[in-house]
């Protein structure tokens, strides 16, 4: 389960459950461009040669260049293009040239531009929560690993073979966790990144994270991270984003979702391995956190 994996970070990628949905070698030449407003998904892209601009609706363009890679847990548009920008009468549509290979630009242009682009799926019911502990980019350059992993993704993904949904699960949870943690915690918004690169306040998360049935309070979790209430409070929310309790309380839930959807397993159950007293107890705290009883969610869930 979820809370026995061995950190904050694998738990989450974890219950996020992803799959692919997506993965394409995406070259290009001249000058070209290719817009989506209608993503919603967990978007990634690996430059393989050459460079491009990259500009996701609500933030600044960067420019990509060979061995960059890009993953975006939220991705809602974007809009890619060559590094000089074509006039804007220019077609935007890709051209597919063979199974999972797409051409942009005209066609008599070399191509200088190679690309391996994803996109996937989190399967989890509380995808909206998990994903807001995550930064809104990770953007990396000169990744080996990161580098290595994306082209087996997606020669696997061309492959008729037995498990290959098991191995693109598995790859895919290295692919984000290896993202997620290639870049300086520091640096990145308020979540689980940031708080993960304060050794006080990682402490304290992975005692939420492997022991989300304990007895688990602001004071102890003071105590273990060696800081006074009120300055670990008040530390845990500005790094994290939330109140250490509500951090808490977010995922107990999100491991209540998580069984609810699988089905078979007890109010009481759930209880016991979340850290309430009672199946009562569970319930109130559930419907008042999620708006609905447990079992309207999984009634909602089977649907």
């Known amino acids: 389960m979820p809370d026995d994996c061995e950190d904050p970070l694998s738990s989450v990628v974890a219950l996020l459950r992803p799959s692919?949905?997506?993965?394409?070698m995406v070259e290009g030449g001249g000058a070209w461009q290719v817009e989506r407003r209608d993503a919603a998904s967990p978007?990634?892209?690996?430059?393989?040669?050459?460079?491009?601009?990259?500009?996701?609706?609500?933030r600044a363009a960067v420019t990509l260049q060979a061995g960059d890679f890009v993953l975006?847990?939220?991705?809602?548009?974007?809009?890619?293009?060559?590094?000089?920008?074509?006039?804007?009468?220019?077609?935007?549509?890709p051209l597919e040239t063979g199974p999972?290979?797409?051409?942009?630009?005209?066609?008599?242009?070399?191509?200088?531009?190679?690309?391996?682009?994803?996109?996937?799926?989190?399967?989890a019911p509380a995808r909206d929560l998990l994903v807001s502990l995550l930064p809104e980019m990770i953007h990396v350059s000169g990744h080996d690993r990161l580098?290595?992993?994306?082209?087996?993704?997606?020669e696997e993904t061309r492959a008729d073979r037995p498990g290959r949904r098991l191995v693109l699960e598995r790859l895919?949870?290295?692919?984000?966790?290896?993202?997620?943690?290639?870049?300086?915690?520091?640096d990145m918004p308020p979540g689980l990144l940031r708080g993960m690169s304060d050794p006080q306040l990682a402490a304290a998360l992975q005692r939420i994270h492997a022991d989300a049935a304990g007895d688990i309070s602001v004071a102890r979790l003071a105590k273990e991270a060696g800081l006074s209430r009120s300055g670990f409070f008040d530390r845990f929310r500005r790094e994290i984003g939330?109140?250490?309790?509500?951090?808490?309380?977010?995922?107990?839930?999100?491991i209540a979702k998580t069984l609810l959807r699988q089905g078979g397993v007890t109010n009481a159950e759930i209880a016991r391995r979340?850290?309430?007293?009672?199946?009562?107890?569970?319930?109130?705290?559930?419907?008042?956190?999620?708006?609905?009883?447990?079992?309207?969610?999984?009634?909602?869930?089977a649907r």
């Open 72 to 93: 975006i847990p939220d991705l809602h548009g974007f809009t890619m293009t060559s590094a000089v920008p074509p006039p804007p009468q220019v077609p935007r549509l």
């Open 43 to 58: 978007f990634y892209c690996a430059i393989v040669e050459g460079c491009c601009r990259l500009q996701v609706t609500g």
């Open 172 to 186: 895919l949870e290295v692919l984000l966790i290896e993202a997620l943690r290639s870049g300086p915690g520091v």
């Open 20 to 24: 692919v949905s997506i993965s394409k």
């Open 100 to 123: 999972g290979r797409f051409r942009l630009g005209p066609v008599a242009a070399d191509i200088d531009m190679r690309a391996l682009v994803g996109h996937c799926r989190f399967a």
């Open 242 to 254: 939330r109140a250490p309790m509500d951090y808490l309380t977010d995922w107990r839930m999100a």
């Open 274 to 301: 979340i850290g309430y007293g009672s199946a009562s107890a569970f319930g109130l705290a559930f419907a008042r956190r999620e708006g609905l009883s447990p079992g309207a969610f999984s009634r909602d869930s």
């Open 147 to 154: 580098m290595a992993l994306v082209p087996v993704i997606h």
